[in-house]
């Protein structure tokens, strides 16, 4: 018997994309252009969310306008009221069928009443419909408004509606989500799992307060184990901005950081370092250790920024734009190097003493 999706019954065709760096989705950033630098400016503002790979908790595959109820028989002969469908599995491809003949159709609304349908596995399906369908309509701030219009929608559903966005690359629309989450719903693990993926990465040593909680709602759960992992996230990035290591010993509970985790974890540090006072050698420091992570998402723009305000911080003269040009160099060779931001590499690229000064005067 083959599964076959009721996509073709229901769906219009999938507008999602595999998630892009939320800067490529936001129209109007500059991001081509070679940018002006101010005195002592401050590093990009990245959320954790934004350097981790997709698909994000709680989903477990990418965004998609398909239905997520699959049925073992062909979706004609069920939308024809034939093959053997519990009454609300019947529904359920009624409402996709009707929205694939009509699409002004709410299938949204004529989903929702299906959600606790004892038929295995529908009413998480109906969610994971419920929420792709909410943020393709729909902005942060319109979710936010459609979610307070019933407040009988489920933990689950504000979950997932944060993790499609974030997987869209839509950061800031599930930013306002995630806000709306950890203010008014109920204390869970997942609650406080949204609030240290979308804390921007320079957020003080939260690392301490994670692991507790990991431990205190089950490393065996698999939010609690999500939890400990965005805990060995900042802990290892705390550690690499320390001057003497010893000051902050590996953790065994931290052992076998996936390759990802650490990257993201040295564009944590990246940020926190940074967070010390705005002098030459710190924004060249942070921006080699971004560059150490350039195929995480934002990470170039702090490696291009740190450079571009290094040129500001530099001594007295700018006899020290070499390193600045070398590093610039490094990121252009890179197979991961963005091209929206080819513009500001080759200003930097081609930056020379005698350019340097003219620009800081």
């Given at each position: 018997?083959?599964a076959?999706a009721?996509?073709?019954?229901?769906?219009?065709?999938?507008?999602?994309?595999?998630?892009?760096?939320?800067a490529?989705?936001?129209?109007g950033?500059?991001?081509?252009?070679?940018?002006?630098v101010?005195p002592n400016?401050k590093?990009?503002a990245?959320?954790?969310?934004?350097l981790?790979?997709?698909?994000?908790?709680p989903?477990?595959?990418?965004?998609?306008?398909e239905?997520?109820?699959?049925?073992?028989s062909?979706?004609?002969?069920?939308?024809?009221?034939?093959?053997?469908?519990?009454?609300?599995a019947?529904?359920y491809?009624?409402?996709?069928?009707?929205?694939r003949?009509?699409?002004?159709?709410?299938?949204?609304?004529?989903?929702?009443?299906?959600?606790?349908s004892?038929?295995l596995?529908?009413?998480?399906?109906?969610?994971?419909?419920?929420?792709?369908?909410?943020?393709?309509?729909?902005?942060?701030?319109?979710?936010?408004?459609?979610?307070?219009?019933?407040?009988?929608h489920?933990?689950?559903?504000?979950?997932?509606?944060?993790?499609?966005?974030?997987d869209?690359?839509?950061?800031?629309?599930?930013?306002?989500?995630?806000?709306?989450?950890v203010?008014?719903?109920?204390?869970?693990?997942s609650?406080?799992?949204?609030?240290?993926?979308?804390?921007?990465?320079?957020y003080?040593?939260?690392?301490?307060?994670?692991?507790?909680?990991?431990?205190?709602?089950?490393?065996?759960t698999?939010?609690?184990?999500?939890?400990?992992?965005?805990?060995?996230?900042?802990?290892?990035g705390?550690?690499?901005?320390?001057?003497?290591?010893?000051?902050l010993?590996?953790?065994?509970d931290?052992?076998?950081?996936?390759?990802?985790?650490?990257?993201?974890?040295?564009?944590?540090?990246?940020t926190?370092?940074?967070?010390?006072?705005?002098?030459?050698?710190?924004?060249?420091?942070?921006?080699?250790?971004?560059i150490?992570?350039?195929?995480?998402p934002?990470?170039?723009?702090?490696?291009?920024?740190?450079?571009?305000?290094?040129?500001?911080?530099?001594?007295?003269?700018?006899?020290?734009?070499?390193?600045?040009?070398?590093?610039?160099?490094v990121?252009?060779?890179?197979p991961?190097?963005?091209?929206?931001f080819?513009?500001?590499?080759?200003?930097?690229?081609a930056?020379?003493?005698?350019?340097c000064?003219?620009?800081?005067?």
């Open positions: 018997m083959v076959v009721l996509a073709g019954c229901g769906s219009p065709s999938p507008r999602y994309q595999p998630r892009q760096p939320p490529a989705v936001r129209p950033r500059p991001d081509e252009l070679p940018r002006p101010a400016p590093p990009p990245i959320r954790l969310a934004q981790l790979p997709g698909p994000t908790w989903l477990t595959e990418a965004p998609s306008l239905p997520h109820y699959r049925v073992a062909p979706w004609f002969a069920a939308c024809d009221r034939r093959g053997h469908l519990p009454d609300d019947l529904a491809v009624e409402a996709w069928c009707r929205y003949r009509d699409s002004s159709f709410d299938v949204v609304a004529a989903l929702l009443p299906q959600r606790s004892n038929v596995g529908l009413g998480d399906a109906i969610r994971h419909d419920v929420a792709n369908l909410v943020a393709d309509r729909r902005s942060g701030q319109g979710a936010v408004s459609w979610l307070a219009e019933d407040a009988s489920e933990d689950a559903l504000y979950e997932l509606l944060i993790a499609v966005y974030t869209l690359g839509r950061i800031d629309d599930a930013a306002i989500v995630a806000k709306e989450y203010e008014r719903r109920s204390p869970r693990c609650r406080e799992l949204v609030d240290a993926k979308f804390a921007l990465v320079s003080g040593d939260r690392w301490s307060a994670l692991f507790v909680r990991a431990r205190s709602y089950g490393l065996g698999s939010c609690g184990a999500e939890l400990q992992r965005i805990g060995c996230m900042f802990w290892e705390a550690r690499q901005t320390f001057t003497k290591v010893s000051q010993q590996p953790r065994k931290c052992d076998g950081l996936a390759a990802r985790d650490l990257a993201a974890s040295r564009v944590i540090a990246a926190r370092t940074w967070a010390a006072p705005s002098d030459y050698v710190a924004l060249i420091e942070a921006a080699t250790l971004a150490t992570a350039l195929d995480v934002e990470a170039e723009d702090l490696a291009l920024t740190a450079l571009e305000a290094s040129l500001e911080a530099s001594p007295a003269s700018c006899g020290m734009t070499d390193r600045v040009v070398d590093l610039a160099a990121i252009d060779a890179s991961h190097a963005e091209p929206r080819a513009g500001r590499r080759a200003a930097l690229r930056m020379t003493p005698a350019a000064d003219a620009r800081r005067n």
